[in-house]
Each structure stands twice: as structure tokens, then as C-alpha cells.
């Protein structure tokens, strides 16, 4: 059964800061992972669709990088800013067995200014 | 390109009760896929609808049923409402086969009393 954490749960941080949030999954098996950002009481934003045959992808101030055989996905914000204040999901798409993406619970971030 | 779009915005409802939620797809896609999100929690896989059919299911009863439409459009139904049901359900929809990019709608906040 695949499971997803991501540590931390929050993190406070200077404006201007680099920061790195982290995802980790226990089964290696999987289609893609995405990472979402979510404001409070909002649906989801995709950030980055990393596909398993990929290591890492790049939007912007945005780096997520995947290692599957270690089971884990990294998401790196440069010079973080107050409007960077979210929490930011990991989700995971299965191999196989229909496309069941489990999120993990998420990181929330605050920037401040 | 219209992006998801989730009715209604708020619901409030009673124990007992039933409820309808409907989502519209992104234009172009035609997988709906439907989560539940508690409070501070990553959001639950429910269920997924590619070509009008369920495909794929999460941990959740039987009174819990969807639809997709020829338009690909999707409705969650849920009967027998719990209070434990009250929680931001999202729709997201995605293109079968490009790399399963999932993009989600602004949820539906369901408050059952």
C-alpha cells in the first residue's frame, strides 16, 4: 500500500530564503508525481508533473527533482517570497491498478516579510 | 482553455440528507477523478470516471456513487450523509495518456449538521 509523507509539516521562513520541501513514498512503483500548491479553503494548483522516466523539472523559481529509487521527491523554492505562503501537496500516481494518486498531507509554508 | 469548474460552492446539509456535487472538466480532458479533503489533511483518493465509467476507487462506502457524462462532466453523489462527510470535495480532471496531468477545480466546501 503506498504511502506518502512529507516532512516538514510547517516551516517559517525569512523572505529571500532558499527552502526545500520533501516527499517520500514506499512504493518505487509509480506513474508520475505532481506537486500542488493550495491557499487556505482553495482547490489545488499544479506546480510541477515530474513522469517516473524523469529526474527532475523546472518552472520558474521552481525545482522538483525525483529519485524513485529511494523513494523520494524533493520541491525547491528559490528566494522564497510572502506570496510563496501556502501549503504545498506531493501526490503520487500509481503503476498500475487504475490511477488511485495519494496526496501526502502536506507542508505549510509561511514567508515572512 | 476553461478550467474545472466545481458547483456549488458551499453546501450545508443534515445528517440523513443527501447531496449532489458537479464538477465541469477542463476543456479537452475526459478523466474526472473526485477527492475528499478534511481539515489539515491531504486530499483521499474517492473515486475516478474515464469514458463514463468508474475507474478506480478509493476507501470509501458504497453510498458514495459518481457519474460522467458524454460531455465528460462528472456528478458525486452522496447518500446517508455523516457527519464525518463534512469537508472540501475537489474535482480533478485530467487527459488520459498525456502524461496524467491532474488539474483541479476550486472544490466544493460540504458542512453536514
Known amino acids: 500500500k503506498q504511502e506518502v509523507t512529507q516532512i516538514p509539516a510547517a516551516l517559517s521562513v525569512p523572505e529571500g530564503e532558499n527552502l526545500v520541501l520533501n516527499c517520500s513514498f514506499t512504493?518505487?512503483?509509480?506513474?508520475?508525481l505532481q506537486w500542488f500548491r493550495q491557499d487556505p479553503g482553495k482547490g489545488l494548483t499544479s506546480l510541477l508533473l515530474?513522469?517516473?522516466?524523469?529526474r527532475e523539472q523546472t518552472s520558474g523559481r521552481l525545482n522538483a527533482s525525483l529519485d524513485k529509487s529511494s523513494g523520494r521527491s524533493t520541491l525547491y523554492i528559490a528566494a522564497s517570497q510572502p506570496g510563496d505562503s501556502a501549503t504545498y501537496l506531493c501526490?503520487?500516481?500509481?503503476?498500475?491498478?487504475?490511477?488511485?494518486?495519494?496526496f501526502g498531507a502536506g507542508t505549510r509554508l509561511f514567508v515572512k516579510a | 482553455e476553461t478550467g474545472v469548474t466545481q458547483s456549488p460552492t458551499h453546501l450545508i446539509k443534515t445528517r440523513g440528507q443527501q447531496v449532489t456535487l458537479r464538477c465541469s472538466s477542463q476543456?479537452?480532458?475526459?478523466?474526472v477523478s473526485w477527492y475528499q479533503q478534511a481539515l489539515g489533511q491531504g486530499p483521499q483518493f474517492i473515486f475516478q470516471?474515464?469514458?463514463?465509467?468508474?475507474?478506480g476507487r478509493g476507501n470509501f462506502p458504497p453510498r458514495f456513487s459518481g457519474l460522467q457524462f458524454p460531455n465528460y462532466s462528472s456528478e458525486l453523489n452522496v447518500n446517508a450523509l455523516e457527519l464525518d462527510d463534512s469537508a472540501l470535495y475537489l474535482c480533478?480532471?485530467?487527459?488520459?495518456?498525456?502524461?496524467?496531468?491532474?488539474?483541479f477545480g476550486p472544490g466544493t466546501r460540504l458542512t453536514v449538521l
Open positions: 480533478a480532471s485530467s487527459l488520459v495518456g498525456v502524461g496524467n496531468e491532474q488539474f
Open positions: 512504493d518505487s512503483a509509480i506513474y508520475n
Open positions: 515530474i513522469q517516473s522516466s524523469q
Open positions: 501526490a503520487v500516481g500509481p503503476n498500475t491498478g487504475g490511477f488511485k494518486t495519494i
Open positions: 476543456s479537452g480532458h475526459n478523466t
Open positions: 470516471y474515464y469514458r463514463e465509467e468508474e475507474n
